[in-house]
């Protein structure tokens, strides 16, 4: 199974059906664990993506990237479901929660309180910590703690 690019990012499905991975190039491959062929390619990003996700139920993926942005996908298709959730600063990190109906994300704040999580949890490193929460419904932030 060739990606064509660096792969910077990878997971298994829960189910260990599928593997999705993120290039430097902002591509995002899922293959066929038992095939070992490709189930669909896509153009997700304009710059790395440094994270994805399956959701529990195996259909959709969620990418982060150094381009600030995070975005859910189908995973059969490749078509975009929600976003990109710009960020401030690129994207390290991306989960589904158990359900699938939210992502938390986590970003490099280049602060003196460290990285800063976006997402369902605040960081523990932070004293003034910054969280948003998403709906996988509309993409809209439902709830912000900090400033």
Do not use: E, I, Y
């Given at each position: 199974m060739d990606a064509g690019s660096a792969v910077r990012s990878i997971t298994v499905s829960r189910d260990g059906k599928v593997i999705v991975s993120g290039t430097d190039s902002g591509q995002v491959t899922v293959w066929n664990v038992e095939r070992h062929s490709k189930v669909t390619e896509f153009k997700a990003h304009?710059?790395?993506v440094r994270a994805v996700d399956v959701s529990s139920d195996a259909t959709k993926i969620v990418t982060g990237s150094?381009?600030?942005t995070a975005c859910v996908w189908s995973l059969s298709t490749g078509a975009g479901l929600v976003?990109?959730?710009k960020h401030i600063h690129r994207v390290?990190?991306?989960?589904?929660?158990?359900?699938?109906?939210?992502i938390a994300t986590a970003?490099?704040?280049?602060s003196p309180f460290g990285s800063t999580i976006v997402g369902m949890a605040a960081s523990s490193s932070s004293s003034q910590p910054k969280s948003t929460r998403?709906?996988?419904d509309d993409g809209e932030p439902?709830?912000?703690l900090g400033k």
């Open positions: 304009r710059n790395w150094d381009d600030r976003g990109p959730l390290l990190a991306a989960k589904f929660s158990p359900d699938g109906q939210l970003t490099r704040n280049p998403w709906t996988m439902v709830h912000r």
